[in-house]
């Protein structure tokens, strides 16, 4: 007697995003390899620089692994926040000003470490749940999720606010605290899905801050 197996649905953000963050992967490879690394503040730069690619590294082992969603939200906002806020991040660089003077490039170098750091970290216990679009797949409650429910948002808004810091332009910051704004609508409406599909989401959220834990 034939069986008639389920059809794999296409996984269309793995199709678009594990080639755009590969693209994002290789040219901060080359910048890694073409920058000057002396000194202390070299090695800072460096030492951002490898946990971008980390992040990268790991958010397309991620994709390629994870698995298909309950739900998905059908908000076009929601998803224009979605992409404006992965993407944002990349293109902050670009808007540079004046060098900074050393002990700004620092604070923007330690700010960038920590903010990555902290992005791996999370990333690495988001695994196949992961998405940039808001959907549904299971609740993560390691790792920083004990204590944060968008630890990912949180690192990326540190290590983008190190970025902009470095390039020492006010049209950098104005567009960080766009940024700010679009993660923290992002991971509303990522809540709605989140409550709707999975029903331990409700209790968890009870239990832990959205980004910062006893102040948001």
Request: glycine content about 8%.
């Amino acid at each position: 007697m034939a069986v008639s197996l389920p059809r794999a649905r296409l996984d269309v953000g793995r199709l678009i995003m594990v080639p755009a963050f590969a693209a994002v992967l290789v040219a901060d490879a080359v910048s890694l390899d073409r920058g000057a690394h002396s000194g202390v503040g070299g090695m800072l730069r460096s030492a951002g620089t490898v946990l971008v690619l980390a992040f990268y590294a790991l958010a397309i082992w991620c994709y390629l692994r994870r698995v298909p969603a309950v739900a998905t939200s059908g908000s076009v906002t929601a998803h224009g926040a979605a992409l404006a806020g992965t993407w944002l991040p990349v293109v902050l660089p670009l808007f540079h000003g004046a060098p900074a003077a050393p002990g700004r490039q620092a604070l923007a170098d330690v700010l960038l470490i920590c903010g990555m750091a902290w992005a791996v970290w999370s990333l690495r216990y988001l695994n196949r749940s992961v998405s940039v679009l808001a959907q549904a797949r299971e609740v993560v409650i390691q790792g920083p999720y004990r204590w944060v429910r968008h630890p990912v948002y949180l690192g990326e808004l540190v290590s983008s606010l190190g970025l902009a810091i470095a390039v020492n332009s006010f049209l950098a910051l104005a567009l960080w605290v766009a940024l700010c704004g679009l993660q923290v609508y992002r991971a509303a409406r990522e809540e709605q899905v989140l409550l709707a599909a999975l029903p331990d989401y409700r209790g968890y959220r009870s239990r832990t801050a959205a980004l910062l834990p006893g102040v948001f």
